[in-house]
C-alpha cells in the first residue's frame, strides 16, 4: 500500500470509530480483518496512526483550529501527519491527490495552513490543563478535584500512555514457571508482576491467539491491577460465589481458579450475549463449575434465598482508569453518562447486598479513578446498610499475600501514573448481621 492509501485509510477507519457506539479497539479490528488485502506492515502504520490520533485528538484539534483548518478526522490526521509523524505540507499535497484509494487533494488554504505547523510540536505552552491533559473540561476539572493540580497533571498526563501488556496464569491449568516456558516457546518473552502472584506481563507487543499457552487456557490476557481485585475476592475452594456483573467472563476466570473448580459460580449479567461469549472461554480454561443466569428479579429473588460467601460487584463505570486501553472512552464521556454510571452502581450495591449470607463478602469493584464512583458509593452504601462493615482492604491483602501491599487504606485505590496499572477501586464489605 502507498503512503496515500494508509493515509486515506486512517481518516476513513476514524470515521468509523467516531459512528460506531462499539469500543475502539473492535472497530479497529474488525475494519481491518476485513480487508485482509492490507498487509501487517500497513497495517502496523494505520493502527499506530489511528491511535495516536485519537490519544493526541485534543491538542491536534488546538492546533487544526489555530491553522484555520476545518474540523474533522481528515485535518486532525493531516495534523497529525505534519506535528507528529514530520511530514512537510509539501508531502501531503503530493499525498493527497484525489486519486483512487487517496485523500482528496488539498486546497490552497489547506497547504499553506498545514506549513504553517511545520517546526511545531504537539504541545504548546498556550494550552490549556485540559487539552494538555486530553480530556473535556468538565473531566479535567474532576480530576484536579480528586487528585489536586499537581497530580492530576501527572495522571492525566499517564493516560496517555500506552497500556502494558499483562496475563493471568491459570492455576487450573499450570504455574507461572510453566506458563513462561511456553510463551518462550511461541517467542513470547514475559516476567513476573511485581504484586499479582498470578501475573505475567510481556515484552512488546505479539499475536497472543497464535501461541499455544493461551490456545491451551493457560494465560488470559487481564490487567495486573484487576488480578489484585480477585485476590482481594479471598475465594476459597468450597465455597459460593457470584460474579454480578460478569460481562464475557474475566474475573469470572479468575475467581474460577481460586475456587479450584470446586463450589458454586455464579456468573450474572443483564445481557444474556455477553454470558454467551464467556462460554468458550471458560471451556479453554477447564473451567467446569460455573453456571450462567441473567441478571433479573426472579433470579435476583433466587440468589437471595440461598446466600452466597461471595458476591462481586464489578460494576458498570465511567473505565476513566482503562483509558489507556480506550483512548477514545474519555471523549465519549458525557455529565450525563457519568450521572448515569452512579445510580447504576448504587442499584447494583443494593442487588448484590441481598444475595450476601451473614459472614459472607460483598466486593465492590469499578475501573474508575473517581470517588464518585469508589468510595462514595462505598460510603451512601453503608449508611443504608448497618448489616455491612468495611474491612480493612491494606490488612486483608497482608493476610492473602507475601507480596508488599501496593496501596493504603480500608479500600484499594491503583492509578496509571502512583502503580504503573490501570486504575481501579475495590472495597470489601462484610455482613455482620
Not at 366 to 393: I, P, R, W, Y
Amino acid at each position: 500500500m502507498r503512503p496515500n492509501g494508509r493515509i486515506q485509510t486512517s481518516i476513513e477507519l476514524l470515521n468509523e470509530v467516531q459512528e460506531s457506539p462499539l469500543p475502539m479497539d473492535r472497530v479497529v479490528n474488525t475494519y481491518l480483518r476485513a480487508r485482509r488485502f492490507i498487509g501487517s506492515k500497513d497495517r502496523r502504520d494505520i493502527n499506530g496512526r489511528v491511535y495516536g490520533v485519537i490519544r493526541s485528538r485534543c491538542r491536534l484539534d488546538w492546533w487544526t483550529t489555530q491553522a484555520g483548518l476545518a474540523a474533522g478526522n481528515r485535518s486532525a490526521v493531516l495534523a497529525y501527519a505534519v506535528l507528529v509523524e514530520g511530514m512537510r505540507a509539501s508531502e501531503l499535497d503530493e499525498i493527497c491527490n484525489g486519486e483512487q484509494y487517496s485523500p482528496e487533494k488539498l486546497s490552497e488554504f489547506e497547504n499553506e495552513a498545514l506549513a504553517t505547523l511545520q517546526g511545531q510540536t504537539l504541545d504548546h505552552p498556550d494550552m490549556s490543563q485540559a487539552v494538555m491533559g486530553e480530556l473535556p473540561d468538565w473531566i479535567s476539572d474532576l480530576f484536579e478535584k480528586q487528585f489536586g493540580k499537581e497530580q492530576a497533571v501527572s495522571e492525566m498526563a499517564a493516560l496517555q500512555k500506552e497500556a502494558t501488556l499483562d496475563l493471568r496464569v491459570n492455576l487450573l491449568k499450570g504455574d507461572r514457571e510453566q506458563a513462561q516456558a511456553l510463551l518462550a516457546a511461541d517467542d513470547v518473552i514475559s516476567e513476573e508482576t511485581l504484586h499479582s502472584g498470578w501475573g505475567l506481563r510481556v515484552q512488546g507487543r505479539t499475536a497472543l491467539g497464535n501461541c499455544k499457552a493461551f490456545r491451551e487456557g493457560l494465560v488470559e490476557v487481564q490487567d495486573e491491577g484487576s488480578q489484585l481485585i480477585s485476590i482481594l475476592c479471598d475465594a476459597k475452594p468450597g465455597m459460593s460465589v457470584i460474579d454480578l456483573c460478569a460481562g464475557a467472563g474475566g474475573k469470572t476466570l479468575a475467581l474460577a481458579a481460586s475456587l479450584g473448580n470446586e463450589g458454586k459460580l455464579v456468573a450474572m449479567d443483564v445481557d444474556p450475549r455477553r454470558l454467551k461469549r464467556a462460554e468458550p472461554r471458560m471451556e479453554r480454561a477447564g473451567v467446569d463449575n460455573v453456571r450462567y443466569a441473567t441478571l433479573n428479579k426472579e433470579n435476583l429473588y433466587k440468589m437471595s434465598v440461598k446466600g452466597f460467601d461471595r458476591v462481586l460487584v464489578d460494576a458498570p463505570c465511567s473505565g476513566s482508569g482503562t483509558w489507556r486501553r480506550q483512548p477514545d472512552a474519555r471523549l465519549r464521556l458525557t455529565k450525563e453518562k457519568y450521572e448515569n454510571y452512579q445510580t447504576m452502581q448504587a442499584d447494583a450495591l443494593g442487588k448484590a447486598a441481598r444475595c450476601v449470607k451473614v459472614g459472607g463478602r460483598l466486593i465492590y469493584a469499578t475501573c474508575s479513578l473517581f470517588d464518585g464512583e469508589n468510595s462514595d458509593q462505598v460510603e451512601k452504601f453503608l449508611k443504608k446498610h448497618a448489616d455491612f462493615a468495611l474491612k480493612d482492604a491494606s490488612t486483608l491483602w497482608t493476610e492473602l499475600s507475601s507480596v508488599d501491599c501496593p496501596f493504603e487504606g480500608q479500600t484499594m485505590k491503583l492509578t496509571p501514573h502512583q502503580h504503573g496499572l490501570d486504575g481501579f477501586f475495590c472495597a470489601v464489605l462484610e455482613r455482620v448481621s
